[in-house]
């Protein structure tokens, strides 16, 4: 697989929330850390996206908003 993205983080599905139309999918990098992903529920169906399964993160944005106290 290429892609043009060049963040790309190797998770494990942790949850998957299914609603009418999306699913939010929270994944568990290696460190521990958590990330949260939002994909249609067709799309969940269609990866097979369940507890455990191995799936890479994909991560391509034009803007990265930062914060601080």
Excluded: H, Y
Aim: glycine share 4%.
């Amino acid at each position: 697989m290429k892609l043009s993205a060049r963040n790309m983080l190797d998770c494990t599905v942790k949850s998957v929330t299914t609603g009418a139309v999306n699913a939010e999918v929270t994944l568990t990098l290696s460190d521990g850390q958590e990330l949260v992903s939002v994909v249609t529920l067709a799309s969940a169906e269609a990866l097979d996206l369940q507890p455990g399964k191995a799936v890479k993160a994909i991560l391509k944005a034009s803007n990265v908003m930062l914060a601080v106290e």
